[in-house]
């Protein structure tokens, strides 16, 4: 009986070392920083009080961007986007100012113009779902005028688009015939797919 008791103790030393049962076995207090990482948290997706996603990015991009012509694009929309009532009553005058300026011949600020479109569709939700094909219809000529031939001006497309996506998919969620609607109008951009600075995951 010793003898086993011996070898047992024996071959708990060799498989587990000394630090691994003292793991094992030991209760470890976490700190309030550490518990409070481990917990799971859902957000509302709600901006801050008096304000909207479209507005916040637009000041921000405002900042960054010291041209005189996104100084004017900033001043001609800032009356319509304090408010999301604002933004919804506008959408048509906000979202066809924002395509306007979706050309190669400005490479240099799709990019703010791209998180724009995804900020607006943060705010109007369900109401953006009517701007859909449009919205792919410009990323397609855009790709068809040069864009295509730029990785970078197809990251930013296609950034832009995921996000749009993710705003909705709540709408898409509850209105699959109507998603489905607009599909044949995202295919067009599959052809892009076969592209070596194009991965699709």
């Known amino acids: 009986m010793c003898f086993l008791v011996t070898k047992f103790i024996h071959w708990t030393t060799v498989c587990f070392p000394y630090n691994y ?7 470890f207090y976490k700190l309030p920083g ?14 801050p009080n008096g304000s909207t996603f479209f507005k916040d990015c637009l000041v921000e991009l405002r900042d960054q961007n010291t041209s005189a012509d996104f100084i004017s694009f900033f001043e001609d929309l800032l009356p319509y986007i304090q408010t999301r009532q604002s933004i919804v009553l506008y959408s048509e005058f906000i ?6 300026e979706l050309q190669m011949e400005a490479r240099f600020s799709l990019d703010p113009i791209l998180r724009l479109i995804a900020a607006l569709s ?16 410009s990323l397609v000529v855009l790709l068809n005028n040069g864009g295509q031939k ?13 996000e749009i996506i993710e705003n909705l998919r709540f709408c898409f969620s509850r209105d699959i015939q109507g ?7 995202t295919l067009s951009m599959k052809k ?7 991965r699709w995951i």
Do not use: G, M
Request: charged share 25%; with cysteine.
């Open 21 to 27: 049962l003292r793991s094992f076995w030991s209760f």
């Open 34 to 47: 550490p518990r409070i990482e481990d917990v799971f948290a859902f957000v509302l997706d709600k901006p």
């Open 95 to 100: 979202f066809s100012k924002l395509v306007s």
């Open 122 to 137: 943060r705010d109007l939700k369900d109401d953006f779902a009517p701007f859909l094909p449009r919205v792919v219809n």
């Open 150 to 162: 730029d990785a970078e001006t197809i990251e930013q497309i296609f950034t832009s688009w995921s």
């Open 179 to 185: 998603a489905l609607r607009n599909t044949p109008v």
């Open 192 to 198: 892009y797919q076969d592209r070596c600075h194009v």
